[in-house]
């Protein structure tokens, strides 16, 4: 994690962004500027011989998007998938997917000072995509997501995106 990052949204005092979901029980932050939008689970199609964290794709507006299931991906226990959870739409570099939530929670200013190394609250099947965690008085432990690790991935980074 770079404290001087041009591409984080610092706000006073050395802050950054978040928006926060949750999955599995779990709280994770994704930096704010790369959330295009959050939208209700849509209709989508599932297409075959894909990695099983990859749902399917979907349209919205005329724009093909695909959806990852970060729990299957991360390995925590799934839900039923349901019309009631959301999709947040995530863009980083020219790269543009959606990512199914349980809950999108709320947007938090976190102090980038207090941001912490990933420790053992963090489990090992998903330490390797997060750049921090952070301990928030009411939600407690918020596991700070790094985009581009979810990309790279062995198990996403095979598809054409």
Not at 89 to 100: A, E, H, M, Q, V
């Amino acid at each position: 994690m770079t404290k001087d990052s041009p591409t984080k949204e610092l706000t006073k005092n050395n802050e950054s962004r978040y928006s926060v979901i949750n999955l599995s029980g779990h709280y994770f932050g994704i930096e704010i500027n790369k959330v295009v939008e959050i939208i209700p689970l849509p209709r989508y199609t599932k297409i075959p011989n894909l990695d099983a964290c990859i749902l399917g794709v979907f349209n919205l507006r005329g724009q093909i998007y695909s959806i990852l299931d970060m729990r299957v991906l991360f390995d925590l226990e799934s839900n039923d998938i349901s019309d009631k959870n959301y999709v947040v739409l995530l863009k980083d570099d020219n790269i543009s997917f959606g990512i199914y939530v349980d809950k999108v929670m709320d947007v938090l200013d976190i102090d980038e000072t207090k941001i912490q190394v990933p420790n053992r609250k963090s489990s090992a099947n998903f330490i390797h995509f997060l750049n921090g965690l952070y301990d928030d008085k009411k939600l407690g432990a918020i596991h700070l997501l790094e985009v581009r690790e979810i990309i790279g991935s062995k198990e996403i980074s095979q598809y054409r995106f």
